[in-house]
């Protein structure tokens, strides 16, 4: 990664370096809009979300530390949990199931993509591809959709006490997928 | 909610912040007895190193950095006019400060409001200068737009929405807008409608009526035929029954000083 790393920036904010947000909004932009996207599957929704993500991360409402992990893991985290509020919001409207084909789709490559977070997505979505159609579906509504263990068993017809150890075995899988892939990768 | 047994069961809702507090109290006692729904709960945290990735690449769309920006330093604006007269309609209403701890309440939402200004033949140009502006508000006073005035206003109430709005008093030409932009807004019932009010010492004026939209969006444009810094004392919305309403009936969401 070129240009100064995360924390660096972070820390820049957290001294109300104007900038250093910028560059970091610049960074992250993108892969931010693209998680509330998918999580939300509404483009003023997925805008809302970042927005308040980076209102979030310039007031430090919550602070980030080396020991939290990746700065990315931890302002994705943040993003995860702004989407999941939002979606609470709109839980009354009718859920629309999100057919990944139908997505909105961005082809063309900005420069500014990190080379490392290409492979990082190659790595996952060839991974995540591998899995069983019903394997993908529970990861779907469980983690991106973030509903209730009702409605998990409500769409997918799973009785309750199935849906945890469902998700379980997706995750068990994915896990092994993406070692596999990564093996190849580096291998 | 599922309920069907064990605590662990929970886990899935406490992950994704689905259990009432009471009942997270409960999953988050249940958890320090429980290595095997920690081990679990610390697997799918680590998620976040790798899921998101898999979600398909979308371009943000355009203006999108510039309203984001504009709405994150918006915070940090002092407040331009100092509070000549104390609140009379709305007692509870607080005062927004520029404190960086407090929870935004300027957001632009501003796809709804370039949709609103253009449906009502209003200018883009008014538009984007608003963006350019809303970072450098005091000093902005040579522009075609003159943008006289710039608040944020508080939620008045603990509702579980925690609505937001920011209102721009544009003069245009002989004319002076008040633009509202509203985020996180309830949803409303039958003829119910969100109303603003400037208030005039006791007095309150109807100064544009706007619905939200399903993401909890909204935006009003409302023209006046003159404005006087001096004359306005507070600007609030409330939520109103109809489009009705003389004086306010519902229930007022947020405030502002002027």
Request: some cysteine; glycine content about 2%; aromatic content about 4%.
């Given at each position: 990664m070129s240009g100064p790393q995360d924390i660096e920036l972070y820390q820049q904010v957290l001294q109300r370096d104007k900038n250093a947000l910028e560059s970091l909004y610049d960074r992250y932009q993108k892969l931010i809009y693209s998680f509330s996207y998918r999580m939300t599957k509404d483009t003023t929704l997925a805008e809302e979300v970042v927005q308040e993500v980076f209102i979030k991360l310039w007031n430090s409402h919550s602070s980030y530390s080396e020991e939290k992990g990746k700065f990315s893991s931890w302002l994705l985290t943040m993003t995860r949990n702004t989407a999941l509020d939002h979606l609470r919001k709109q839980s009354s409207k009718?859920?629309?199931?999100?057919?990944?084909?139908?997505?909105?789709?961005?082809?063309?490559?900005?420069?500014?993509?990190?080379?490392?977070?290409?492979?990082?997505?190659?790595?996952?979505?060839?991974?995540?591809?591998?899995?069983?159609?019903?394997q993908r579906h529970i990861i779907e509504l469980f983690y991106f959709q973030g509903l209730t263990h009702e409605k998990i068993?409500?769409?997918?017809g799973l009785p309750l006490g199935t849906v945890k150890g469902r998700i379980r075995l997706a995750l068990k899988h994915l896990k092994t997928y993406i070692h596999e892939e990564g093996g190849k990768a580096n291998g | 909610?599922?309920?069907?047994?064990?605590?662990?069961?929970?886990?899935?809702?406490?992950?994704?912040?689905?259990?009432?507090?009471?009942e997270k109290a409960v999953f988050e006692d249940h958890l320090e007895n429980c290595a095997e729904c920690r081990a679990e709960l610390a697997e799918w945290n680590g998620l976040i190193e790798d899921l998101p990735y898999d979600s398909e690449p979308v371009t943000p769309p355009e203006g999108m950095k510039e309203r984001v920006l504009s709405a994150v330093f918006a915070e940090e604006e002092p407040k331009q006019h100092s509070a000549s007269a104390e609140p009379t309609l709305i007692g509870n209403a607080k005062t927004n400060s520029s404190s960086p701890s407090k929870r935004s309440s300027a957001k632009w939402v501003l796809p709804a409001a370039a949709a609103l200004l253009l449906s009502l033949g209003g200018n883009a140009f008014l538009y984007n200068e608003l963006q350019q502006q809303s970072t450098e508000l005091t000093q902005s006073q040579e522009t075609v737009d003159e943008l006289l005035q710039y608040v944020t206003l508080s939620p008045t109430g603990e509702s579980d929405e925690n609505p937001t709005a920011s209102a721009s008093i544009v003069r245009t030409g002989s004319q002076v807008n008040v633009v509202i932009n509203a985020s996180s807004l309830g949803p409303l019932a039958n003829d119910e409608v969100y109303q603003v009010w400037l208030i005039e010492g006791e007095s309150p004026k109807r100064a544009g009526t706007f619905i939200a939209s399903e993401s909890g969006a909204g935006a009003v444009v409302f023209t006046l035929d003159e404005f006087n810094s001096e004359q306005w004392n507070q600007i609030a919305i409330s939520h109103e029954p109809d489009a009705q309403s003389e004086t306010p009936e519902g229930e007022v969401i947020l405030a502002s000083e002027l």
């Open positions: 009718p859920a629309v199931e999100f057919e990944e084909r139908d997505s909105l789709r961005e082809t063309a490559e900005t420069p500014s993509d990190l080379l490392e977070e290409k492979e990082k997505k190659l790595l996952i979505r060839r991974s995540v591809q591998k899995l069983k159609k019903e068993s409500h769409r997918t | 909610m599922a309920n069907h047994g064990a605590d662990c069961d929970l886990i899935i809702d406490y992950f994704n912040g689905h259990l009432s507090r009471e």
